[in-house]
């Protein structure tokens, strides 16, 4: 059992930044973001590789958020900049424990945090 706890959520004027954490309680291979708005299904944001050195995007949030992690405290990270005010969602940190897990659709991960709330103000 691996628990997630995200955390860096908040209120951010839009074209501001915002930095998500999600820390894991034990070894994780694949690792993403996912989110979901009111009214809406759950979105593939980003993934990463247990090395990171493989990284995805969504489209829509290419070139302006970066994924990142530091395995030596079981942490990955979403640096989000530029935001808009349709990046507003409750964001979920998700995990797999396999070689196999991870990409861009939930059912790749085992594991999944209790969401945080990103709100970009116009």
């Known amino acids: 059992q691996v628990q997630l706890v995200e955390s860096g959520g908040g209120l951010v004027q839009a074209g501001g930044s915002l930095r998500l954490s999600c820390a894991a309680s034990g070894r994780t291979f694949s690792m993403g973001w996912f989110r979901q708005a009111p009214g809406r299904e759950r979105e593939f944001v980003a993934a990463?590789?247990?090395?990171?050195?493989?990284?995805d995007y969504a489209d829509s949030v290419k070139d302006r958020f970066t994924i990142s992690r530091d395995n030596a405290k079981n942490t990955i990270y979403l640096q989000m900049n530029s935001l808009k005010t349709e990046d507003t969602a409750v964001y979920y940190c998700a995990a797999s424990v396999t070689s196999y897990g991870g990409g861009r659709y939930p059912t790749g991960y085992n594991y999944w945090g209790q969401g945080t709330q990103v709100t970009v103000s116009s």
């Open positions: 990463i590789s247990r090395s990171g050195g493989i990284t």
